[in-house]
């Protein structure tokens, strides 16, 4: 098994014990420390013995660097592929709900929310 994912903390961990032989696990954001003050919220405990004799990996990844390392061209051809496959419908991006900016502060309060169906987004404009 390989995953992704965006929490890192005491989550990706759990996730990094289940990867498979050879598995990968690719982690793009570290919710986990989100307004924590706790250092150990920005650790991610994982048994180094588990990872070793599974050959299994836990990679680091940022949009910013990948780009910087890829170019431009390479960069812009993915990143269209990216949105010629969300057109097409065979890559769908997670739920999300617009929020004018007059309601930003329900806006707010939904993102803090645990129980949110969809991601809030702030609309500065009309579309």
Known sequence: ???IDCVAGRTGATLARQLAPN?????YGALSSHRQTDPA???MPIFAPALIYSSAEVRGWL???WLARKGVRKGSQT???LLDRMAEGTLKPPAAR???VDRALEAFTAAESVAHDAKPLLAFAER
């Not at 598995?23 to 982690?27: E, H, N, R």
């Open 1 to 3: 098994m390989n995953a």
């Open 23 to 27: 598995g990968c696990l690719l982690v």
């Open 41 to 43: 919220a920005f650790e």
């Open 63 to 65: 949009i910013f660097s």
């Open 79 to 81: 990143l269209r592929s």
């Open 98 to 100: 617009r929020y004018p």
